[in-house]
């Protein structure tokens, strides 16, 4: 019973390199979220799909992809990381658009 | 806009009671979220109130009213576990959350 979880849980990158944070859940939610979490902001949504290949952009998608062909799986990526994209990031599921979110366990990026 | 306010920090002593207000303004209303979440973990789901009154859940009560844009959490019989942040968000009508940027609760002996 993993639940969700993410990869790598700790990753420092250059600048303008790519990087793609895994994000697998077990549950077959419909929803998952991708979020990053900054000392003094609250949870900031990045992108989120509703079922497999529908993805949407949220609060501060720039700089950001997703894909979701299989409902289990949701890899965000950053195509050329900025030291601005230094946080922490979680992925989120859901069953319904209203239901409560199940938290991965954070993938902590810093960018040099 | 939309905006969720709460206390940036708490202080509260083992044992006592707590309560951590939450303001929102949200376009349309689908509800009122809870999450706690410990230092350098993820959040976990407290309570969902879409409904103006008090839910009670063990020592974890969370309040809203509609009317005046309102929610609180109340927790009873402090505990030194609960020291943690507290996070609310509101969703609007578009089943989007909007977060607050949490409240830190520390708990004294």
């Known amino acids: 019973d993993a639940g969700i979880t993410q990869s790598p849980r700790y990753k420092i990158t250059e600048t303008g390199r790519q990087v793609t944070l895994m994000c697998h859940q077990t549950?077959?939610?419909?929803?998952m979220f991708w979020y990053r979490q900054d000392l003094g902001h609250g949870l900031r949504l990045i992108y989120y799909?509703?079922?497999?290949?529908?993805?949407d952009k949220g609060e501060v998608p720039d700089g950001y992809v997703v894909s979701r062909s299989k409902t289990e799986n949701f890899p965000l990526t950053l195509e050329s990381a900025t030291r601005s994209q230094t946080s922490v990031y979680f992925c989120?599921?859901?069953?319904?658009?209203?239901?409560?979110?199940?938290f991965g366990e954070g993938s902590r990026l810093t960018v040099l | 806009g939309q905006n969720i306010d709460q206390p940036t920090e708490m202080t509260a002593t083992e044992g006592a009671i707590v309560q951590i207000n939450c303001t929102y303004q949200?376009?349309?209303?689908?509800?009122l979220f809870w999450y706690q979440q410990h230092a350098g973990e993820a959040p976990t789901f407290l309570s969902y109130?879409?409904l103006d009154g008090l839910e009670e859940k063990g020592r974890f009560s969370s309040f809203l009213s509609r009317s005046k844009g309102y929610s609180y959490l109340l927790l009873k019989e402090l505990q030194m576990k609960d020291s943690a942040s507290y996070l609310c968000?509101?969703?609007?009508?578009?089943?989007?959350?909007?977060w607050g940027a949490g409240t830190k609760l520390i708990i004294k002996p």
């Open positions: 989120a599921s859901s069953e319904s658009e209203r239901g409560e979110l199940f």
């Open positions: 949200t376009s349309g209303f689908n509800g």
């Open positions: 549950w077959s939610h419909s929803y």
């Open positions: 109130n879409v």
């Open positions: 968000a509101g969703l609007d009508s578009n089943y989007q959350l909007i």
């Open positions: 799909s509703a079922a497999a290949d529908i993805t």
